[in-house]
């Protein structure tokens, strides 16, 4: 089965939407309020999730229970990742520095170049249109392991200039000294940031909530199975009927998406579930988890431990970000 895969901004957006660094477009990648999910009572909220707990994963005591792994297994992991992967040959490729477009991206030639070192098959010759790339281009501008210069030209910082190291080596110790490293988990949470500050019409998820919960779960050994969905969003009864033999195939789910008051298909959770599968979805075509199917179990989603540290990373971000705000509200009152 063909699964859509989504690109990160819409490529009628504008004309210069490849440019991420800058000031021209420092305030988008900061938070774009825009969608349905992202304004209430005339207050932008990008951080506001609409989800209860979700149906389709297992209980969130189960993470717990998952025996540790040691450093260099960690390191092995985080380093076998695509997405890291992607950034260290991004970051070497550019190296002591490359031309820029008018718009401020890497010319096309230099997209296919990559795309040829990357073994990416995707359509498309624009940055932006390449999500194996485009993320990690906008990741590595964003912790100034790459910087553009006055002469129209990306490179790389060097270690003394730059605000935070970025060595992205396989030898990097993993995270958890507190010394400012980054390392590829550090940049997958960063992506992770960029995403949740999107509204979906930009590439951003859908529900941020809800994706880190079944991202979490994608981290336990066997992954995480959710029911299918057709492609087409169409619930005719042979579709429910299917979807409902691979819930009952998948010990995971203890509830299933019934109103119990009207007798009938719970519709919001059947969306929850679109929702989730999209995000995850969305981060397979940045290369930070796998897919596979499993009979009629549903599709199987599997992301290595490292990104587990990488939602929480973001969780506490998040988390710093709302208490400056309330901070701001307590201290300018209305």
């Not at 979807?243 to 119990?260: K, Q």
């Not at 897919?291 to 992301?303: H, M, N, Q, W, Y």
Request: aromatic share 6%.
């Amino acid at each position: 089965m063909t699964h859509t895969t989504h690109a990160p901004m819409d490529p009628a957006d504008s004309e210069d939407a490849d440019r991420i660094s800058g000031a021209e477009d420092a305030d988008f990648w900061e938070g774009h309020p825009c969608g349905r999910t992202w304004w209430e009572g005339g207050e932008a909220r990008p951080f506001e999730d609409d989800v209860a707990t979700p149906w389709f994963l297992p209980p969130t005591s189960s993470l717990l229970e998952e025996e540790e792994i040691d450093d260099l297994e960690w390191v092995r992991q985080a380093a076998a990742i695509p997405f890291v992967q992607r950034c260290r040959l991004l970051r070497d490729y550019v190296g002591d520095g490359r031309p820029l477009t008018d718009s401020g991206v890497l010319p096309n030639a230099a997209v296919r170049e990559l795309k040829q070192r990357a073994g990416i098959v995707r359509p498309g010759g624009r940055l932006r249109e390449i999500p194996e790339l485009f993320g990690p281009w906008v990741v590595l501008l964003n912790l100034g392991v790459l910087v553009e210069d006055d002469s129209r030209r990306v490179r790389r910082c060097s270690a003394e200039r730059r605000r935070v190291r970025g060595a992205l080596d396989e030898a990097d110790e993993p995270l958890g000294e507190l010394d400012g490293e980054v390392d590829g988990v550090l940049a997958i949470a960063e992506l992770l940031h960029v995403l949740s500050r999107c509204c979906p019409g930009h590439g951003g998820f859908r529900d941020t909530g809800l994706l880190l919960e079944s991202l979490l779960a994608a981290t336990c050994e066997d992954g995480v199975t959710l029911p299918e969905l057709p492609a087409d969003g169409c619930l005719d009864e042979a579709a429910i009927a299917r979807l409902f033999r691979g819930i009952g195939a998948n010990s995971a789910i203890t509830r299933v998406p019934i109103d119990e008051c009207r007798g009938e298909v719970d519709l919001q959770a059947l969306a929850h579930l679109a929702d989730a599968q999209r995000d995850l979805f969305l981060l397979q075509a940045y290369g930070i988890l796998g897919v596979s199917e499993l009979g009629r179990s549903g599709i199987v989603f599997r992301a290595p431990r490292p990104v587990r540290t990488a939602v929480a990373l973001l969780a506490l971000r998040r988390q710093q970000e709302e208490d400056d705000r309330r901070d701001v509200r307590e201290t300018f009152p209305r």
